[in-house]
């Protein structure tokens, strides 16, 4: 054993404050499925409120005229971009169904069943992003 | 038991931003499904040209959807951002000041979406 | 004569969580304990302690999943230990106070604090247990109080994102209870209750992430509970608001 300690009277501690802080609530050790949700809601959240900024800065373009803009879908339109869509509607599907969970859920309804309305709103979101990214690489 | 209960906050404290997240969440599911289908996935090209969008915004329901998807988005990312950081446990008064800066964060925010979308309008 | 059948053990590593009166910080010791697939964390914490360090300090009590008293991290799971078999963990078991709840020593947290938002909540929470007719209660005692189905161990709290970063928060389990008094109010004040819980560092602040739920080890629900909560809550306003049907408040 290497943290061998000689009998010793146990001393009594003042409480210590340990809580899990500023990221606790992205721990991912024994998480489980409703933990996985209300953090992937959050990462999403994060993402998409960058996102809309992001957009609304690109879309000061369209104030412009023709030139910047259609320069600007030419690039949007390459692979790299496409595939950062596919990502984009996969944080808009996981957000926004999960969102209808947490709707429901949060006022009472549907209170025991929550799991099952989480995998049962992801396995629709999983077939519409993947209609999704075949139309988008069509 | 005789002792009256603490209550956690100003009665209702909270239950008036979570209402406010279902409702523009709600609609957020109507009016961004309308935009991403109208925006992306009704076009060959996969994105609008200057000049499909000039033609596509002179549509005055367009306008109104349009402006519509930015003021519950914008209420519904902020109110958002503010739970997140109302986590964190601040005062009262410090939370107070936070909603008003999101407030004021928001207003700017949908006045420039309808500057711009004016700014679109006006080429049309 | 047959011999004595003998279990055959296996050395657990034991990487266990240390915090002392006036210690600047936390480290972790590693203890090796022989133990059969049959013998939980509870059983390697009482063996560190009797054969290699009596100073490791933790709670535990009836060893069945009944007194809630070893409460504890392991593996970064909020478990009872007397109840989590070293054979469903691998080769290293790491042992850690509950979270979100202040540390007293080594794994031994300040159950004091977990019970102020009872306090808060003015004890509505607490009720007498209906006895069995005829049963003997100890001298002195007049009444017996229990929480019904929550054993009070503190893991609903450890395992809540929301109570690590908001201490203002009331919690799972002090919510659970009062959704209790909601549900089922016997002679307990059932307004007074949902006062204490319609805020926004009551059952406004939670997230839906029903690791509570998932943690408890007693089937209390305190997810199902918070938002029954705020469904009474809602209730009440509306009624309020358009004056239709009985007064919640």
């Not at chain 2, 404290?13 to 406010?20: C, H, N, S, V, Y």
């Not at chain 3, 970063?165 to 007074?192: H, K, M, N, Q, T």
């Given at each position: 054993?290497?943290?061998?300690?000689?009998?010793?009277?146990?001393?009594?501690?003042g409480?210590?404050?340990?809580?899990?802080?500023?990221?606790?609530?992205?721990?991912?050790?024994?998480?489980?499925?409703?933990?996985?949700?209300?953090?992937?809601?959050?990462?999403?959240?994060?993402?998409l409120?960058?996102?809309?900024?992001?957009?609304?800065?690109?879309?000061?373009?369209?104030?412009?005229?023709?030139?910047?803009?259609d320069a600007?879908?030419?690039?949007?339109?390459?692979?790299?971009?496409?595939?950062?869509?596919?990502?984009?509607?996969?944080?808009?599907?996981?957000?926004g169904?999960?969102?209808?969970?947490?709707?429901?859920?949060?006022?009472?309804?549907?209170a025991t069943?929550?799991?099952?309305?989480?995998?049962?709103?992801?396995?629709?979101?999983?077939?519409?992003?993947?209609?999704?990214?075949?139309?988008?690489?069509? | 038991?005789?002792?009256?209960?603490?209550?956690?906050?100003?009665?209702?404290?909270?239950?008036?931003?979570?209402?406010?997240?279902?409702?523009?969440?709600?609609?957020?599911?109507?009016?961004?499904?309308?935009?991403?289908?109208?925006?992306?996935?009704?076009?060959p090209?996969?994105l609008?040209?200057?000049?499909?969008?000039i033609?596509?915004?002179?549509?005055?329901?367009?306008?109104?959807?349009?402006?519509?998807?930015?003021?519950?988005?914008?209420?519904?990312?902020?109110?958002?951002?503010?739970?997140?950081?109302?986590?964190?446990?601040?005062?009262?008064?410090?939370?107070?000041?936070?909603?008003?800066?999101f407030v004021?964060?928001g207003?700017?925010?949908?006045?420039?979406?309808?500057?711009?979308?004016?700014?679109?309008?006006?080429?049309? | 004569?047959?011999?004595?059948?003998?279990?055959?053990?296996?050395?657990?590593?034991?990487?266990?969580?240390?915090?002392?009166?006036?210690?600047?910080?936390?480290?972790?010791?590693s203890?090796?304990?022989?133990?059969?697939?049959?013998?939980?964390?509870?059983?390697?914490?009482?063996?560190?302690?009797?054969?290699?360090?009596?100073?490791?300090?933790?709670?535990?009590?009836c060893?069945?999943?009944s007194?809630?008293?070893?409460?504890?991290?392991v593996?970064?799971?909020?478990?009872l230990?007397?109840?989590?078999?070293?054979?469903?963990?691998?080769?290293?078991?790491?042992?850690?106070?509950?979270a979100?709840?202040p540390?007293?020593?080594?794994?031994v947290?300040?159950?004091?604090?977990?019970?102020?938002?009872?306090?808060?909540?003015g004890?509505?929470?607490?009720?007498?247990?209906?006895l069995?007719?005829g049963?003997?209660?100890?001298?002195?005692?007049?009444v017996?109080?229990?929480?019904?189905?929550?054993?009070?161990?503190?893991?609903?709290?450890?395992?809540?994102?929301?109570?690590?970063?908001?201490?203002?928060?009331?919690?799972?389990?002090?919510?659970?209870?009062?959704?209790?008094?909601?549900?089922?109010?016997?002679?307990?004040d059932?307004?007074?209750?949902?006062?204490?819980?319609?805020?926004?560092?009551?059952?406004w602040?939670?997230?839906?992430?029903?690791?509570?739920?998932?943690?408890?080890?007693?089937?209390?629900?305190?997810?199902?509970?918070?938002?029954r909560?705020?469904?009474?809550?809602?209730?009440?306003?509306f009624?309020?608001?358009?004056?239709?049907?009985?007064?919640?408040?």
């Amino acid at each position: 054993m290497s943290g061998q300690r000689p009998a010793a009277p146990v001393a009594t501690a003042g409480p210590v404050e340990r809580r899990r802080g500023w990221t606790g609530w992205f721990d991912p050790r024994g998480r489980r499925l409703g933990g996985w949700a209300f953090a992937l809601n959050r990462l999403t959240g994060l993402g998409l409120v960058a996102y809309l900024y992001l957009h609304l800065g690109v879309l000061f373009l369209l104030s412009q005229g023709p030139d910047g803009w259609d320069a600007f879908v030419d690039v949007a339109l390459s692979p790299p971009i496409l595939v950062m869509d596919v990502v984009l509607i996969f944080g808009m599907l996981l957000h926004g169904l999960n969102g209808i969970r947490v709707g429901l859920v949060g006022y009472g309804m549907v209170a025991t069943r929550q799991g099952a309305l989480f995998v049962g709103l992801m396995i629709i979101g999983a077939i519409v992003l993947l209609a999704a990214t075949l139309r988008v690489f069509a | 038991m005789s002792v009256q209960p603490t209550p956690t906050d100003e009665p209702g404290g909270g239950a008036g931003a979570f209402l406010g997240q279902v409702i523009s969440g709600a609609a957020l599911l109507v009016l961004l499904t309308l935009h991403m289908i109208a925006q992306h996935f009704v076009l060959p090209e996969g994105l609008r040209d200057y000049a499909s969008v000039i033609e596509w915004v002179a549509n005055p329901i367009v306008v109104v959807l349009e402006l519509s998807f930015l003021a519950f988005v914008t209420w519904h990312a902020l109110l958002g951002l503010r739970a997140i950081v109302f986590d964190y446990g601040f005062s009262p008064s410090t939370e107070r000041w936070i909603t008003r800066t999101f407030v004021v964060i928001g207003v700017v925010t949908v006045v420039y979406g309808t500057w711009l979308m004016y700014a679109i309008v006006s080429a049309a | 004569m047959a011999e004595p059948q003998t279990t055959p053990t296996r050395p657990v590593r034991f990487r266990v969580h240390r915090r002392k009166a006036g210690d600047s910080g936390g480290r972790y010791d590693s203890f090796e304990v022989q133990l059969d697939e049959q013998r939980t964390v509870l059983d390697g914490l009482v063996a560190i302690r009797k054969e290699q360090d009596p100073s490791l300090t933790f709670r535990h009590s009836c060893f069945h999943a009944s007194c809630g008293t070893c409460g504890m991290r392991v593996n970064g799971a909020d478990v009872l230990a007397c109840v989590t078999k070293v054979a469903d963990l691998g080769p290293t078991v790491t042992v850690e106070p509950l979270a979100n709840i202040p540390l007293v020593s080594d794994l031994v947290v300040d159950m004091g604090a977990f019970y102020g938002p009872f306090s808060r909540a003015g004890r509505p929470l607490l009720r007498e247990s209906e006895l069995v007719p005829g049963s003997q209660r100890a001298e002195g005692i007049d009444v017996l109080t229990r929480y019904e189905d929550c054993i009070e161990c503190g893991i609903c709290v450890s395992a809540c994102p929301l109570t690590g970063s908001d201490p203002r928060y009331a919690g799972p389990a002090a919510l659970c209870a009062a959704g209790r008094v909601i549900e089922e109010p016997r002679d307990a004040d059932r307004l007074a209750a949902l006062r204490f819980a319609d805020g926004s560092h009551g059952v406004w602040r939670c997230h839906v992430a029903y690791e509570c739920t998932g943690a408890c080890p007693s089937n209390a629900d305190p997810g199902a509970h918070i938002m029954r909560l705020r469904r009474a809550a809602t209730a009440g306003r509306f009624r309020r608001w358009f004056g239709v049907g009985r007064a919640a408040r």
